[in-house]
């Protein structure tokens, strides 16, 4: 697996061995970032980062900071591995937490615009997390989140949109923004 664009293209992502993460392939990742546009100045956050890939593509395309969340302790090596081999990790930050319960008590200094959510598949995740990032307040009336996940698990939390909808095969990604009813009094 590799880098497709940016500063580092062409530069190699380490992976775990076995199957302990599924990395978003080029073709769904290169997707993503042509419908993103110029991702310059933006702050990524990438819960169940796996390797990382996504977030990684974004440092490689100029965002100004990743933040990376996983809790198997491969992936987090793994992470960390390409950070430091990529020389990004002044630009991002990565925490061991079991999601989505472990974004209770997680700060961020800086707020993310565009946030990959990529579960386990079938595991029910998907709305619990929707619900995490909205309640411990990581996303405001901009933010957008990507959610990877298959058609038998479809995002359906209370308070979100699609905005877009792009389909791999049995991969799905769905756009999601909050609806207006659901910023809290301050944001909206």
Known sequence: MRIIAGT??????????????R??????????????????????MDIFAGCGSLGLEALS???????????????LTC???????????NK????????PFGLKNLNLEHKPHV??????????????TLNALLKYGFV??????LVEHTRREVPSAQGWHMTKQKKFGQTIISYLKLT?????????
């Open 61 to 75: 395309r100029n965002a100004c900071y990743c933040y990376f969340v996983d809790n198997h302790p491969l992936a």
């Open 79 to 89: 992470i960390i591995n390409n950070l430091e081999r990529l020389s990004f990790q």
């Open 140 to 145: 405001g009336p901009e933010t957008l989140v």
């Open 180 to 188: 207006v009813r659901s910023l809290p009094e301050n944001l909206s």
């Open 115 to 128: 946030i990959f959510c990529d579960p386990p598949y079938d595991q029910n995740l998907i709305d619990k």
């Open 92 to 99: 991002a930050h990565v925490f061991k937490r079991t999601m």
């Open 8 to 21: 580092k293209k062409n530069q190699k992502i380490l992976t775990p061995k076995g199957t302990i993460t």
């Open 23 to 44: 990395p978003a392939l080029a073709q769904v990742r290169e997707a993503i970032f042509s419908s993103l546009g110029n991702v310059d100045d933006l702050v990524f």
